[in-house]
């Protein structure tokens, strides 16, 4: 069974930073790219962040680039996204989303199997 | 502002068939796949349709998806209780090197 649990989530302060980590289980890590996908409360769905299989290839949404830093580490199958200079809408939960493909950057990503979230909330 | 357009909602009596749109531009729907998500209240989205018109295993067939040109479409047929929750559209936008999302739909079951 594919499970995506996502942890550091939690209360921070604008300007601030956060590390969120995604444990991986019940499949091959290194055979498929991850995503981080948000979701403010109440809001709707946006994609972050997305890394191909061997980190070769990596993409991310125009609010994040420059702030924010995928990785992953087949090794500990985790996936990890580092967020910088927080701003109060990055609030959101954070899901971490596995792709059906082992690329990043085509038509066929796509998501499927998420965590269930973790929320960071950015305030003062 | 999502960059795909979706209803904000809409709403059948068990047993109805409804349809939720999807309206997007050159750069997504009419030249990469659609999928479709589901999020039922309180969960994370389930991949419902992908590449257009296929249900992963264990996805009803009362579900279905369509695509023409720059929009696409959602069918659910023989509509349950259980359908009732928000639906998302998403596809791949090439200006943007990334997947995109509509803004969702919360269908209610009436």
């Known amino acids: 069974e594919v499970q995506l649990v996502e942890s550091g989530g939690g209360l921070v302060q604008p300007g601030r930073s956060l590390r969120l980590s995604c444990a991986a289980s019940g499949f091959t890590f290194d055979d498929y790219s991850m995503h981080w996908v948000r979701q403010a409360p109440g809001r709707g769905l946006e994609w972050v962040s997305g890394i191909s299989w061997n980190s070769g290839s990596i993409g991310y949404a125009d609010s994040v680039k420059g702030r924010f830093t995928i990785s992953r580490d087949n090794a500990k199958n985790s996936l990890y996204l580092q967020m910088n200079s927080l701003r109060a809408e990055d609030t959101a939960f954070y899901f971490c989303?596995?792709?059906?493909?082992?690329?990043?950057?085509?038509?066929?990503?796509?998501?499927?199997?998420w965590g269930q979230g973790t929320l960071v909330t950015v305030s003062s | 502002q999502s960059v795909l357009t979706q209803p904000p909602s809409a709403s059948g009596t068990p047993g109805q068939r409804v349809t939720i749109s999807c309206s997007g531009s050159?750069?997504?729907?009419?030249?990469?796949?659609v999928y479709w998500y589901q999020q039922l209240p309180g969960t994370a989205p389930k991949l419902l349709i992908y590449t257009n018109d296929q249900r992963p295993s264990g996805v009803p067939d009362r579900f279905s998806g369509s695509k023409s040109g720059t929009s696409a479409s959602l069918a659910i047929s023989g509509l349950q209780s259980e359908d009732e929750a928000d639906y998302f559209c998403?596809?791949?936008?090439?200006?943007?090197?990334?997947?995109?999302f509509g803004g969702g739909t919360k269908l209610t079951v009436l």
């Open positions: 050159s750069s997504n729907i009419e030249s990469n796949y």
């Open positions: 989303v596995k792709d059906k493909t082992p690329f990043f950057g085509s038509r066929q990503n796509h998501f499927d199997y």
């Open positions: 998403a596809a791949w936008d090439d200006n943007l090197s990334g997947p995109v």
